[in-house]
T-cell receptor, first 110, second 115 residues
Framework: GQNIDQPTEMTATEGAIVQINCTYQ??????LFWYQQHAGEAPTFLSY????GLEEKGRFSSFLSRSKGYSYLLLKELQMKDSASYLC???????????FGRGTSLIVHP | NAGVMQNPRHLVRRRGQEARLRCSPM?????VYWYRQLPEEGLKFMVY????????ESGMPKERFSAEFPKEGPSILRIQQVVRGDSAAYFC?????????????FGEGSRLTVL
């Protein structure tokens, strides 16, 4: 397995910044996905990191450190609609099929 | 361009019955993936198919579960003789190219309840 580890739940205030961490096994690592999933809906793609560093996409940014087996998703200027589950998924070995963690449930309150 | 379409969205079966879940990938996508999501659990990979071929079924239970993706029509995940533990959300995803060439696009899932 790829031992994806991320916090179960986080809470934050509207307008604030929140960082959701994810660690994974580095053996055979290819790349790391972040998806957003609202309750009862389809997971939607946020980012895919292969190289070290920070990739910014509007209010959302994703960071990867391959040597540390660590990634984070940074959400700025939080809005109520950002309340959702955030899924970290890594690919490794020759299959490149994403293996997902349990997801982090983010609750944004006023 | 319609997204990944799954049906039925909700399915109720009694123990011992069969469940058939259908997935139509996005237009132009020939790679299909099935995942299962239990309450409070992550998405667990089950099977990856390309038109008419099962490429990777390493996550599929050995018994009662089967999947196909025929030349014409949707991909089907079939669960025979369902048990209560099969109750879950089953998500289908598709991609235009092989895994690793881009993101997976997910459908809204089929929620199976076994009574």
């Amino acid at each position: 397995g790829q031992n994806i580890d991320q916090p179960t739940e986080m809470t934050a205030t509207e307008g604030a910044i929140v960082q959701i961490n994810c660690t994974y096994q580095t053996s055979g690592f290819n790349g790391l996905f972040w998806y957003q999933q609202h309750a009862g809906e389809a997971p939607t793609f946020l980012s895919y990191n292969v190289l070290d560093g920070l990739e910014e996409k509007g209010r959302f940014s994703s960071f990867l450190s391959r040597s540390k087996g660590y990634s984070y998703l940074l959400l700025k200027e939080l809005q109520m609609k950002d309340s959702a589950s955030y899924l970290c998924a890594s690919t490794s070995g020759g299959s490149y099929i994403p293996t997902f963690g349990r997801g982090t449930s983010l609750i944004v309150h006023p | 361009n319609a997204g990944v379409m799954q049906n039925p969205r909700h399915l109720v079966r009694r123990r011992g019955q069969e469940a058939r879940l259908r997935c139509s990938p996005m237009k132009g996508h020939s790679h299909v993936y099935w995942y299962r999501q239990l309450p409070e659990e992550g998405l667990k990979f089950m099977v990856y198919l390309q038109k008419e071929n099962i490429i990777d079924e390493s996550g599929m239970p050995k018994e009662r579960f089967s999947a196909e993706f025929p030349k014409e029509g949707p991909s089907i995940l079939r669960i025979q003789q369902v048990v209560r533990g099969d109750s879950a959300a089953y998500f289908c995803a598709s991609s235009p190219g092989a895994p690793g060439t881009g993101e997976l696009f997910f459908g809204e899932g089929s929620r199976l309840t076994v009574l």
